[in-house]
């Protein structure tokens, strides 16, 4: 809800207007309102969340009645319909504030959003580029953009658009770039770091080295015995069988036996013995 506060901050100024102010004070009813759901989790009241949603929705549309060319206002109300999963109807509110204002980014990324979840990374890759150029430190952004490609991969390389070196390029880079805007988001990095196993050609030392890094992030034993698989992989995959060793053993997590098991002795090989 991050971005629908973004979004709605830009209208703070002396010479804000009546809707704009109207504007700015539902877009805070909807960040609250889906904070508080997540916060309550399973114990969520259902009829009371659907209550609310209904009532924000008649706010919007009130406020679009008597605005019919707010582009704000459809691309804040267009975001509240994509959470609630009204899909049709929150496309129809994007494009319509994408029509009246070409320059905002949440309505690019959340029109990219659903065409990709709709099965169309082809027609929803402009959207996503048209964000990280509206708002290149976004981290969101760039790592949509890097699992946009990474996901359909083969579809933008049947296209011919595309060949398969600057697809990994375009999709590594903007893992990297979530990862250093948002060091914070610790998956960000771990996706970024696992990046380098999609590439045609990997830098196995650059891969090293990130999931180093992260596991000087872990904040607990399992995830750092968790990086050190990666990075153990790492080593194999260069032919460091006696330094992989090494690593490995120092990962004693139960849960992680199974992922070690296979890195001692893949099936392949254990097939052969």
Not at 65 to 85: E, H, S
Not at 111 to 117: D, I, R, V
Request: with cysteine; glycine share 4%.
């Amino acid at each position: 809800m991050a971005l629908i506060c973004l979004l709605a901050s830009g209208l703070r100024a002396e010479s804000e207007s009546m809707a704009e102010r109207t504007l700015r004070q539902l877009a805070e009813q909807q960040r609250t309102l889906f904070a508080d759901a997540a916060k309550q989790g399973e114990k969520l009241e259902a009829e009371s969340f659907r209550s609310q949603v209904q009532s924000l929705s008649h706010s919007y549309e009130r406020l679009l009645q008597d605005n019919p060319k707010f582009a704000a206002a459809y691309a804040a109300y267009g975001y509240l319909l994509c959470k609630v999963d009204m899909r049709k109807q929150a496309a129809a509110l994007l494009l319509k504030a994408n029509s009246l204002d070409s320059d905002i980014p949440l309505v690019k990324n959340q029109l990219g959003t659903l065409l990709a979840e709709d099965g169309r990374p082809l027609d929803a890759l402009p959207y996503f580029i048209a964000a990280v150029k509206l708002v290149p430190n976004e981290p969101l952004y760039h790592y949509q953009l890097g699992t946009l490609l990474s996901e359909a991969r083969d579809d933008f390389i049947k296209s011919s658009e595309w060949t398969r070196p600057a697809l990994d390029r375009a999709m590594h880079t903007a893992f990297q770039r979530a990862a250093e805007l948002a060091p914070e988001r610790f998956e960000f990095g771990y996706r970024y770091a696992e990046s380098f196993y999609d590439l045609e050609t990997p830098d196995w030392d650059g891969a090293l080295k990130v999931w180093a890094a992260l596991e000087e992030k872990a904040g607990t034993p399992i995830e750092r015995q968790t990086l050190r698989l990666h990075a153990a992989n790492v080593m194999l995959k260069q032919g460091r069988k006696d330094q992989a060793k090494v690593l490995l053993d120092t990962v004693t997590e139960p849960t992680l036996q199974t992922q070690k098991q296979k890195l001692i002795a893949p099936p392949a090989e254990t097939e052969k013995k």
